[in-house]
């Protein structure tokens, strides 16, 4: 205690906020439960897959991709637009004015994406 008494009110206060940092620091990493996902306005959500070049198709719908795309995996990693070619899987995506994707997280099989509308599916007999 006498330490702290020693301290300049300048130096006391950057203490305090750096004890204070660590100690919330600690809680926020015992928190287990996460809120879900939230997607903006306009997702849709289908099952996207990747060709080369690379191109994406979702429910059998071909989608221009826009130049700033990010693709997220479902452990909210960015993918490069090399890694791209021949990922496929469940997927939430975002258009922008012009109909270029330029957001898509893919999901995991278990994951869902409520309150986001499906995309358009033009796949014989509805498979996807």
Known sequence: ???????????????VTAAWALGM??????????????????S???????????TLTVNCV??????GLRVLTAGR???LR???AGLQGPAVFVRD????????WMLAPEQAASGVAAAPNQ???GQY
């Open 1 to 15: 205690m006498r330490a702290l008494a020693s301290l300049s009110p300048g130096r006391l206060a950057l203490a």
């Open 25 to 42: 620091g600690s809680a926020a990493a015992q928190s287990v439960a996460q809120p879900g996902q939230v997607y903006p306005m306009g």
């Open 44 to 54: 849709q959500v289908g099952y996207a897959s990747f060709g080369a070049g690379p």
């Open 62 to 67: 071909s989608y221009p991709l826009g130049p």
């Open 77 to 79: 990693h960015l993918l």
């Open 82 to 84: 090399n890694q791209l």
């Open 97 to 104: 004015a012009m109909g270029n994707v330029f957001r898509v």
């Open 123 to 125: 796949c014989l007999f």
